[in-house]
Nanobody, 119 residues
Framework: QVHLVESGGGLVQPGGSLRLSCAASGFTLDYYAIGWFRQAPGKEREEISCISTGAGITYYADSVKGRFTISRDKVKTTVYLQMNSLKPEDTAVYYC????????????WGQGTQVTVSS
């Protein structure tokens, strides 16, 4: 059974950093891409990053490019999102999800982790 659990969210000051983790079970990262998306109150869901199957090619939204880094540990079946230079507009609930490829819709996703950027 596919299961995804996010962790690592919290309250951070502007300019600070957080690392989110997405622990996956029930499948291997060799065959599924993992993406991160976020949902802020009153805003549309935003896809922010994805790491592909195979070679692990990474993709980023313009809003986070240069600040966020996605990576994976296939042995631990965990995907990470390192978030640096955080801004108040990064405040949202962050979700990870699995899909056949980075250009596809999500098949499964976790319960989300809250990230709040505020002084």
């Amino acid at each position: 059974q596919v299961h995804l659990v996010e962790s690592g969210g919290g309250l951070v000051q502007p300019g600070g950093s957080l690392r989110l983790s997405c622990a996956a079970s029930g499948f291997t990262l060799d065959y599924y891409a993992i993406g991160w998306f976020r949902q802020a109150p009153g805003k549309e869901r935003e896809e922010i990053s994805c790491i592909s199957t195979g070679a692990g090619i990474t993709y980023y939204a313009d809003s986070v490019k240069g600040r966020f880094t996605i990576s994976r540990d296939k042995v631990k079946t965990t995907v990470y999102l390192q978030m640096n230079s955080l801004k108040p507009e990064d405040t949202a609930v962050y979700y990870c999800g699995s899909k056949r490829g980075c250009g596809y819709e999500y098949d499964y996703w976790g319960q989300g982790t809250q990230v709040t950027v505020s002084s």
